[in-house]
Antibody, heavy 121, light 107 residues
């Protein structure tokens, strides 16, 4: 079964850091770009960051650039998001998503169930 | 950044009716880089349409996508009870952005 399982979310104070993980299974992980998408409570979807299959190309939304770092470990079939200098507006459900093809920017055909990040003092 | 504007914000319809959802881009995304998703409460989004008009695996044929350039449409030919949800468009020509969503609710 094709699956993405996120972990690492939680309650964190403003200015602190958190690292999210996404474990992939059921497909050839290193054939696809991977992405993080977030959804604030009651709001729409916001693309956060994406990484190509070989980590050669990486992109970030302006809202997180300089604070978040995406990475992947193909040997472990895992995707990561290091989030530093967290702000209240980063509070959201963070989804890991698989690109539909080998294209770096693509539709997302597989999504995890998300991990909640709450930034509050 | 390409901005996607979805309309209407909410669509109130009855089961069996036809739903027409609009997504307008601030600049052209051609006909190959536009996707549609369905999201139900408490669930992750589900890919419905990619490349503006191609149905994803397992998506019923009552869902169809059309359009090119800056204007795109998702049509649900006859609403089933399970189709009442929020729908998002997404462009992936230039970076990645989502529209604000259209909620399809039961009238």
């Amino acid at each position: 079964e094709v699956q993405l399982v996120e972990s690492g979310g939680g309650l964190v104070q403003p200015g602190r850091s958190l690292r999210l993980s996404c474990a992939a299974s059921g497909f050839t992980f290193d054939d696809y770009a991977m992405h993080w998408v977030r959804q604030a409570p009651g709001k729409g979807l916001e693309w956060v960051s994406g990484i190509s299959w070989n980590s050669g190309s990486i992109g970030y939304a302006d809202s997180v650039k300089g604070r978040f770092t995406i990475s992947r470990d193909n040997a472990k079939n895992s995707l990561y998001l290091q989030m530093n200098s967290l702000r209240a507006e980063d509070t959201a459900l963070y989804y890991c998503a698989k690109a539909y093809t080998a294209m770096e920017y693509d539709a997302f055909d597989i999504w995890g169930q998300g991990t909640m990040v709450t930034v509050s003092s | 950044e390409i901005v996607l504007t979805q309309s209407p914000g909410t669509l109130s319809l009855s089961p069996g009716e036809r739903a027409t959802l609009s997504c307008r881009a601030s600049q052209s995304v051609s006909s190959s880089y536009l996707a549609w998703y369905q999201q139900k409460p408490g669930q992750a989004p589900r890919l419905l349409i990619y490349g503006a008009s191609s149905r994803a695996t397992g998506i019923p044929d009552r869902f169809s996508g059309s359009g090119s350039g800056t204007d795109f449409t998702l049509t649900i030919s006859r609403l089933e009870p399970e189709d009442f949800a929020v729908y998002y468009c997404q462009q992936y020509l230039q970076g990645l952005t989502f529209g604000g969503g259209t909620k399809v609710e039961i009238k």
